[in-house]
């Protein structure tokens, strides 16, 4: 059992930079692999990025592959999400999650944050 908040979203600028972060609370998260997802209206959620337990493998996906980054910090029971030259497309509620397994897809996690809102202007 872990419990997830997310914070650090807000209204930008394309080109800008923003990072999140996520802290559990509960189990500690250093048991669990640790994940990115984000919907935006009228889309399914979709994978973002995952990290492993220790951070040694990280996971992201192709439409955001070189912009964006997963670290984690046990010690503090946080991940993070950095965000770099964000585009209109990246608009969306960005998601925490948390499971046991590597997967990619939604249904691999068991415990979700309440989301977080990022929006990225012209």
């Known amino acids: 059992q872990v419990q997830l908040v997310e914070s650090g979203g807000g209204l930008v600028q394309a080109g800008d930079s923003l990072t999140l972060s996520c802290t559990a609370s509960g189990r500690a998260f250093s048991s669990y692999v640790a994940a990115w997802f984000r919907q935006a209206p009228g889309k399914e959620r979709e994978f973002v990025g995952r990290i492993t337990l220790s951070g040694e493998s990280i996971a992201v996906a192709d439409s955001v592959q070189g912009r964006f980054a997963l670290t984690r910090d046990n010690d503090k029971n946080t991940v993070f999400l950095q965000m770099n030259s964000l585009k209109p497309e990246d608009t969306a509620v960005y998601y925490c999650?948390?499971?046991?397994?590597?997967?990619?897809?939604?249904?691999?996690?068991?415990?979700w944050g309440q989301g977080t809102q990022v929006t990225v202007s012209p």
């Open positions: 999650a948390a499971g046991t397994v590597y997967g990619l897809r939604v249904s691999a996690y068991d415990y």
